[in-house]
């Protein structure tokens, strides 16, 4: 049995703690633009097209001169780029009435540094919100993506009644101490992605193989 304890004690000497996300960004806005992108996409495709993007629109002011037809030529290798198409440009108006709309260094008012104030911006719901608050500002919020919903059970951290990300992050933010609450999404989400994944996890080098009942 894993307990919280020991994964947040042993994983995070196995992976980089300075890197906060593997997804490319320039500023708050466009990590933001990066989050609704990556859903239901690996980073590294979301990477792929970011820089040239973020090169000709890194602020929500350009964003919104590059056009909706403009962002969808750039993102449409993107699953559902249609629709985070309409969510980047509706952010982007959103905060076009905010100070340095057109600044390449944009960061969010304080008011936005609150996860319900964040959740009243196109495109931007409960995983993202927690996901940018937990990134940019330390904010002890859970991003439940596909690798920590599955470790979380996997481990039995949460249970088949915990079927849904915010009931996943609601019953994580419990049971895990609140003395790792600000590292959990990046060491859950770097381990499930590099060493606990899905089909055949790296019990071999995995720091945590010692107590997992899954480790041949």
Not at 89 to 96: D, E, P, R, S, Y
Request: aromatic share 8%; glycine share 6%; hydrophobic share 40%.
């Amino acid at each position: 049995m894993i307990r919280p304890d020991d994964f947040f004690t042993l994983v995070p000497p196995t992976i980089d703690m300075n890197i906060r996300s593997e997804l490319y960004s320039t500023n708050e806005f466009t990590f933001t633009v990066a989050v609704v992108l990556s859903a239901q996409a690996t980073d590294k495709k979301v990477n792929e097209v970011t820089p040239e993007l973020f090169r000709i629109a890194p602020t929500p002011a350009r964003m919104i001169a590059l056009g909706i037809d403009g962002l969808k030529e750039h993102i449409r290798v993107i699953s559902f780029f249609n629709n985070k198409a309409k969510s980047i440009m509706g952010l982007a108006a959103a905060l076009m009435e905010t100070p340095g709309a057109d600044d390449p260094h944009y960061t969010y008012p304080d008011a936005f540094h609150d996860r319900d104030k964040l959740m009243t911006l196109p495109g931007v719901g409960q995983k993202t919100a927690n996901v940018v608050m937990n990134v940019l500002w330390g904010a002890p919020n859970v991003g439940v993506d596909t690798h920590v919903f599955r470790n979380a059970h996997r481990y039995g951290w949460v249970g088949d009644a915990e079927n849904t990300p915010e009931k996943v992050e609601e019953k994580l933010l419990t049971v895990i101490p609140a003395k790792y609450h600000a590292i959990v999404n990046h060491v859950m989400v770097l381990h499930g992605r590099y060493t606990c994944t899905a089909l055949r996890p790296k019990c071999g080098v995995c720091p945590l193989r010692h107590l997992c009942d899954m480790a041949g």
